[in-house]
């Protein structure tokens, strides 16, 4: 998205100064190639010139999965009102610009719009696509489904739609499309396990657009804007990445956007014409180009040609770059090379040169672009979006693990429809919130599609998988229960018997608590697998729960019990009927703590929360408090206001709540629950559980009062009492931990004039505290992609809603003033709490894993109608329902794939969950056998690819850059020799996978059923 930033206005100054001076250099080039090559790829890429500065001018738009417009909007080009935007045109318009001149290339990012194209032409045009992709004339940069986010998308959806947009492109185009790089020239700051994905997609190197003003001018002025990031202290060697930080973000040079949406000149070549100004043009592009060239440390530069959806008239642009290229290269004494090129090439003649290249091992959090304007809100702007998305991904795997154990036929296209929704998702404009308001509804409706369809396809695999589909004696139809989190849930309140699935999609046996709304005060469970009878216990629901906006639901109670055991890829079902004979609603109990064998909990007279730890010294206080938003006319950085992509608090410190509530305690023998009312909507409920060893915190904040006309940040902290130095810990994506420092940046000397929103970084998964001399540690982890800190020594805080009344001025135009049935928007979230001493390493890392596995791929609750007509031939159907693995994997390794892939073929990841040195047993390499692991099928064969399934790992053949250390990045390791790499070795009816810390090896799967 076009955003205006500071570094841009320091550049253009510099550049007129520069022109000013006089100092520019005049230098001209060779002429094009005239016909194209027949190759794809880097052997597709122009001449360069050595003894030259080679200038890559590579055409290309950058067409958002969504933000002013909807997705279908910006494809077929409605509501012009909003944006002149539309997909379908601008590559109509490239393919025959494209076909009208061989030298020409074109760069296409976004397969989700690419493929919504591709389906509506016919064959002429797509035999034309094809040998232009077989020419190299057009390439597909970065090939996921949509460019990422990545800061709020956690690493499990990233994978899956890399994946599906490779495959798209694979199954289209051949090797042809395979991306090379990776391109993220607009999200708002950059992650280091992305790029750790890109190495392990087998990616030669990655260029991205938006850098932190201080670093970006750090950098400019020491020619370090290019690098090698090492993006896994696990990984090591097979993680670094050649990156290329770029010098416009992704805009053409001042005064050369060409596009019918740009107001510069053209190249008017007309000597007689009185507006002839080729000679001018030229001096003003070399003198650019000298400027740029003065940053980066060879003899080649890469400048992008292409803006927000440009090229909807390509041959108007295509057309002044030919003229552009011409006229610059046939200058007298010319000293440049002018080529039309892609990013591929440029990685292409930077790695040719041999050089050696500086090196990062941190990533790029917080994004700055300027002193007052810290992209910090977006992390938890919007935060219900960003819990469908991360709810959509649980759901999607589900979906995908019952169909590849059931061979479930006649689902692909809901699947295939379930697996784009979620790409789009993924977009730096979806689940970033940074989109309006529209187009979050757009977003919601699309995914939320998607997820009613899955119920259609989990009801029929599990009725296939059980037997009951085959069944005469029984049938029943199984529903989804997607309002839990706001206890809701018609097949359970609506009946007085029922049954309830419970799924588990993780890799190994799984316990949960299951609460289900119902209307009734009394009932009975019992399990349909071996006949037992849990203990059951009545909740209340909290009546700020019960009176949210929109909550269509009678139940005024939950059903609460422990499902023991659910085996891997499996389920447990129970029955559960109201009884005949109604029993007293619990009544609060009148003492003032809940506890279990580890924790005392209690409310404080200021309505803090404290937390102790009964076996060792440790102690917590949580408390809600809310910054005031910044408001200014955004005409001045320090006039910047508080919105949906800038966090900006007014004031110095976060102000308190005025504490006006009260709390309820229930006690039973399945939960202690402390329901607990801030004020007229702020209320948590705090559980702790017999069996478990953390808190759980279920907080309700909306809606946000803005009578007084002021925009509020609602956030919780976790005050405890650990020495911490200013260091905490937040993951990235989900998986590696990073080191943050309050008020410091590893790569440059930072000047912070945001205190507050500068030490902000995206918790996706976790964010976490040590003190080193008590070797205590604590953790707070998120169901959802939230912006959190530690401010003050031994506390983390995490932000929970924003509702704010001014627009920041970075192109969204609206406040972020969420509203739902009529009232400001109310947001119902989980944190769990988990600490204690680091006595055993392997023990308390391997609970912190679980727990944000939980979250992450919770147990899926499903249900069904029931009577006592048909109860006992469920039951006996059901009891010889099996598990998906005949074994459980060892606790470091987990699936994080099983999907029907092509060819009855299926495809399987598995990755080791722990880093290394993070533990001391279970941070080992480990080796498992697969053959006869799972219960449906066997393997008859086996291949194994790179991470984006999309080549062979045994054919990729990566890049090799040098550090400034002499070390080779790439070595033999990851040209994937057998006894190096580890390849699976199939004999006498083992297959053996060896596991690495951190690593993630992806496989497909020809496979022999088992009938059901």
């Not at 037997?467 to 139809?477: D, L, M, P, Q, V």
Request: glycine content about 6%.
């Amino acid at each position: 998205m076009l955003r205006y930033e500071f570094l841009f206005l320091l550049l253009s100054l510099a550049f007129v100064e520069f022109l000013v001076s006089g100092d520019a250099a005049r230098i001209p080039r060779t002429t094009l190639d005239a016909a194209a090559t027949k190759k794809c790829g880097y052997e597709a890429c122009h001449a360069i010139d050595p003894k030259k500065l080679n200038i890559h001018m590579v055409s290309h738009t950058h067409d958002d999965v969504g933000w002013l417009k909807t997705v279908d909007q910006y494809y077929f080009g409605s509501r012009s009102t909003i944006q002149k935007a539309g997909v379908q045109y601008i590559l109509d318009s490239v393919i025959k610009a494209l076909l009208a001149d061989p030298s020409r290339r074109f760069i296409y990012v976004e397969t989700a719009f690419f493929w919504k194209w591709w389906l509506r032409q016919d064959d002429k045009v797509r035999n034309d696509v094809k040998m232009l992709v077989n020419e190299g004339r057009l390439e597909f940069i970065g090939g996921a489904w949509s460019m990422n986010d990545e800061a709020c998308t956690h690493y499990h959806s990233l994978v899956d739609q890399f994946t599906w947009g490779f495959r798209r492109l694979n199954d289209t185009f051949g090797s042809c499309a395979r991306p090379h790089i990776g391109w993220q020239i607009d999200p708002f700051g950059h992650s280091r396990e992305q790029a750790s994905l890109f190495a392990q997609m087998g990616f030669d190197g990655m260029l991205f657009g938006r850098i932190d003003y201080q670093d970006k001018s750090t950098r400019l002025n020491n020619q370090t804007m290019e690098f090698i990031w090492k993006s896994s202290p696990s990984l090591g060697k097979r993680a670094n990445l050649f990156t290329t930080a770029m010098f416009n973000n992704y805009s053409p040079p001042p005064g050369f956007c060409f596009d019918v949406l740009c107001a510069d000149e053209p190249m008017i070549d007309d000597p007689d014409s009185p507006d002839y100004n080729i000679d001018r043009k030229v001096e003003l592009f070399l003198a650019y180009a000298q400027i740029q060239a003065r940053a980066y440390k060879t003899n080649h530069i890469i400048l992008t040609m292409g803006e927000d959806f440009h090229y909807q008239q390509a041959e108007m642009v295509f057309g002044n770059l030919d003229k552009l290229i011409r006229y610059t290269n046939k200058r007298n004494g010319s000293m440049v090379n002018v080529i039309y090129s892609t990013p591929s090439c440029y990685l292409k003649a930077l790695n040719d040169l041999n050089l050696q290249w500086p090196t990062k091992s941190d990533d790029f959090f917080p994004y700055a672009s300027d002193p007052h304007s810290f992209w910090t809100g977006y992390f938890s702007s919007r935060p219900t979006v960003k819990y469908l998305e991360r709810e959509g991904n649980n759901l999607l795997q589900a979906s995908k693990q019952l169909v590849a154990l059931t061979n479930l036929k006649k689902y692909d296209k809901p699947l295939e429809h379930f697996r784009e929704a979620m790409g789009v998702m993924q977009h730096h404009d979806a689940v970033t919130g940074t989109e309006k308001q529209l187009v979050a509804d757009d977003y919601s409706r699309i995914l939320s599609e998607s997820m009613d369809h899955a119920e259609e396809i989990i009801s029929k695999a599990i009725e296939k998988w059980s037997g009951i589909a085959n069944s005469t004696a029984t049938s029943f139809k199984i529903f989804t229960c997607l309002e839990l989190n706001i206890s809701s849930c018609s097949f359970s309140e609506q009946n007085d018997m029922f049954m309830v699935v419970v799924y588990n999609p993780l890799s190994r046996p799984v316990s949960t608590y299951v609460r289900v709304p119902v209307q009734g005060n009394s009932y009975v469970v019992r399990s349909l697998t071996d006949g037992v009878y849990p203990t059951a216990q009545i909740v209340p629901i909290p009546q700020t729960v019960q009176k949210i906006p929109g909550r269509k639901s009678n139940a005024i109670n939950e059903v609460v019990f422990r499902a023991l055991n659910i085996p891997p890829l499996g389920i447990l079902t129970y029955a559960i009927a109201k009884k005949t004979q109604e029993q007293v609603v619990e009544q609060p109990q009148l003492v003032n703590f809940i506890s279990n064998e580890l924790y005392n909990i209690s409310v404080e007279t200021n309505g803090n929360l404290a937390v102790r730890w009964n076996k060792q010294n440790m102690r917590v206080v949580q408390s809600f408090h809310y910054y005031i938003g910044a408001e200014g006319n955004n005409e001045v950085f320090a006039n910047r206001s508080s919105g949906a992509y800038i966090f900006r608090p007014k004031e110095t410190s976060a102000r308190n709540f005025a504490y006006s509530g009260s709390y309820k305690i229930y006690k039973g023998p399945v939960v202690e629950e402390l329901q607990h009312k801030i004020n007229e909507w702020i209320s948590q409920v705090v559980r702790v559980y017999p069996e478990e060893e953390h808190v759980e915190f279920e907080w309700l904040v909306g809606p946000i009062p803005i009578k007084d006309k002021i925009g509020k940040e609602i956030l919780t902290r976790y005050s405890s009492n650990l020495q911490t130095d200013k260091t905490f810990y937040t993951d990235s994506n989900g998986r590696e931990m990073l080191k943050r420092v309050r008020n410091y940046r590893s790569t440059w000397n930072l000047d912070l004039k945001e205190p507050i929103s500068g030490n902000y970084y995206p918790v996706t998964s976790k964010i976490a505290l040590k003190d080193e001399n008590k070797q205590l540690k604590l953790n707070v982890l998120v169901d959802r992609a939230q912006g959190g800190s530690s401010l003050q020594d031994g506390a983390v805080e995490l932000m929970l809603h924003r509702r704010l009344l001014k627009d920041d001025a970075f192109g969204v135009a609206e406040a972020l003033n969420e509203t739902a049935f009529g009232e400001g928007l109310v947001v119902r979230g989980t944190h769990y709490l988990f600490g204690g001493k680091l006595k055993n390493t392997d023990e308390f890392v391997l609970k912190e894993k679980e727990l944000a596995l939980k979250l992450a791929l919770h147990p899926w609750i499903l249900g069904a109608s029931v009577n006592l007509s048909n109860i006992e031939n469920v039951c006996a159907v059901l009891k010889n329902f099996t598990s998906g693995l005949n074994k459980a994997l060892p606790p470091n390794v987990h699936i994080l794939t099983l999907e029907p892939w092509k060819d009855d073929t299926i495809l399987l990841r598995l990755e080791h969950l722990f880093e290394v040195g993070e533990a001391q047993r279970l941070s080992q390499p480990v080796e498992i056998d697969i053959q006869n692991l799972f219960s449906m099928f066997s393997i008859e064969s086996i291949k194994e690819t790179t991470l984006g399934a999309n080549q062979l790992l045994s054919e990729n053949k990566p890049m090799q850059w040098k550090l400034e250390t002499n070390d080779v990045i790439q070595d033999e390791e990851v040209s994937c020799k057998q006894a190096e790499c580890s390849l699976p070795e199939v004999h006498d009816n083992i297959i053996n996978i060896l596991l690495k810390p951190m690593e993630i090896r992806t496989f497909i799967l020809k496979v022999k059923r088992i009938p059901l």
